[in-house]
C-alpha cells in the first residue's frame, strides 16, 4: 500500500492510499480519484516526503524535542526521474497547444459539448470545465473528453 499526498485543481490538500503507484495513475486517468471537499476530479500528487523507519531511541528523542519552529518544519518532497520530467514535458505541451487553439467556453462546457455532438452548433475546439459526473454523462452519450492536464508549476 501506499499514500499519496493528493491536491485538487482549487487547492484542496488531502490524502488516499493505494494498492501501488500503478493503481493510482489508473484510477486517476478514469476519473475515479476525486476531491474530497469540492468533488474536483482534477487531483494530482502533491509533493511528498517519504516516511522512514525509526530506530525506538529516535522516536523517543523526537517526543522529548521541542516544537519545531515553522521554517524548520519538515515538508512533504519528491525527485523526478528523467522519465517523469518527460512526460510532465509533453502533457504541459498538450495542454498549450489546447489552450492555444481551442475556445474556453468555461462552465458551459457540458452544453456546448452536447450542441455540438448532436449538430445544433458548429463542430470546433473547445475546453472549459465540468464536474466528474457532467464528464461522466457526456461520455455515457458518446461524446468523446478528456481531462485537460494541469501541472504543479502552472501554480508557481
Avoid at 476530479?41 to 516516511?51: C, F
Amino acid at each position: 500500500m501506499i499514500r499519496y499526498t493528493l491536491r485538487c485543481a482549487k487547492d484542496h490538500h488531502f490524502e488516499s492510499w493505494f494498492a501501488d503507484s500503478a493503481a493510482y495513475d489508473k484510477q486517476a486517468k478514469r476519473g475515479l480519484v476525486t476531491c474530497p471537499n469540492c468533488g474536483s476530479t482534477k487531483v494530482e500528487k502533491s509533493l511528498m516526503a517519504p516516511q522512514l523507519g525509526r530506530t525506538e531511541r529516535q522516536k523517543s528523542s523526537r517526543k522529548k524535542a521541542a516544537t519545531p519552529a515553522v521554517a524548520n518544519e519538515a515538508s512533504p518532497i519528491a525527485m523526478m526521474s528523467d522519465g517523469e520530467r518527460e512526460l510532465r514535458t509533453k502533457l504541459k505541451e498538450l495542454r498549450d497547444h489546447v489552450v492555444k487553439n481551442a475556445t474556453d467556453v468555461g462552465a458551459k462546457f457540458p452544453e456546448e459539448a452536447r450542441k455540438m455532438h448532436y449538430g445544433e452548433s458548429e463542430t470546433r475546439s473547445i475546453y472549459g470545465e465540468a464536474s466528474f459526473d457532467d464528464a461522466k454523462a457526456l461520455h455515457e452519450e458518446g461524446i468523446e473528453v478528456l481531462p485537460l492536464p494541469v501541472l504543479p508549476d502552472d501554480r508557481n
